[in-house]
């Protein structure tokens, strides 16, 4: 399956070289669906950085959205973290059993 190709934004990418839309599949497009899904949990369900268990409540949606796409199995951990730079932000981290990274950002 494709998804169109997002940006970090959330804004629709049209490469340069083409006049087409960009498109993502396979693990960038888990990733993708799983920043959209838990942006989209955190601006629905919580609406704060200061709300109670912000961490752990985006911790188990990432896993929600993990299970739902197949690929809680290849990883090995889900992180949320306050950031220690930016302010009212939250970093959200995948690690994959193969020693991958995914990291994506809330604020």
Not at 2 to 27: E, S
Not at 54 to 71: C, G, I, M, P, T
Request: charged share 30%; hydrophobic share 35%; aromatic share 10%.
């Amino acid at each position: 399956m494709k998804d169109l190709a997002i940006g970090p934004d959330f804004n629709v990418i049209v490469p340069d070289d083409r006049n087409d839309l960009a498109l993502v599949d396979g693990q960038e497009e888990f990733e993708q669906n799983l920043a959209v899904w838990v942006t989209d949990y955190f601006y629905r369900e919580i609406g704060s950085v200061d709300e109670p268990n912000v961490e752990s409540r985006l911790e188990l949606q990432a896993s929600r959205v993990a299970r739902l796409n197949d690929r809680i199995d290849s990883l090995a951990s889900i992180s949320v973290s306050r950031s220690e730079t930016e302010p009212n932000t939250l970093e959200v981290r995948l690690f994959y059993r193969s020693g991958e990274e995914f990291d994506f950002t809330i604020s």
